[in-house]
């Protein structure tokens, strides 16, 4: 339990600070032009925390722990891309199958940064990990 703890507070110091140079750089911008109709003028922050705790405690269980099981960088970046293409796809293609007027270019984009982040988070904890303990 204490390594899926460990895991999680590193992945969560990774992945914020990962997003926040996506977020505040890039995506901001992107999105208030690409998706000025849909977005809200106020961010409701609770559902973004909501998923960063879900996308990282799931991170841990089903790449990172068994990465470090294994003793596998190779299975920390390949599993934390796949990982990271699969919840962004879910969120990007719903939307996009549903949502009238949902950029294929944000899906595409989205698709593209969700399997970064999932592989720099995973492989990024994984290198900590092993570095620190």
Do not use: C, H, Q, R
Not at 53 to 70: D, G, H, K, Q, T
Not at 100 to 107: A, N, S
Request: no cysteine; net charge positive; proline share 2%.
């Amino acid at each position: 339990m204490l390594l899926y703890l460990k895991t999680i507070l590193i992945s969560l110091f990774v992945f914020i600070v990962i997003d926040l140079i996506w977020l505040t750089l890039i995506a901001n911008k992107l999105y208030s032009e690409e998706l000025a109709g849909i977005l809200k003028e106020k961010i409701n922050f609770i559902p973004a925390i909501i998923f960063y705790i879900i996308f990282l405690i799931a991170l841990s269980i089903f790449v990172v722990v068994p990465a470090l099981n294994e003793g596998s960088l190779k299975k920390a970046v390949l599993l934390g891309a796949l990982f990271g293409l699969v919840t962004y796809a879910t969120y990007d293609l719903t939307n996009y199958a549903t949502m009238k007027g949902f950029p294929l270019k944000i899906v595409l984009i989205d698709l593209t940064w969700g399997t970064f982040l999932g592989m720099m988070t995973s492989t990024v904890t994984y290198l900590i990990y092993k570095w620190v303990f």
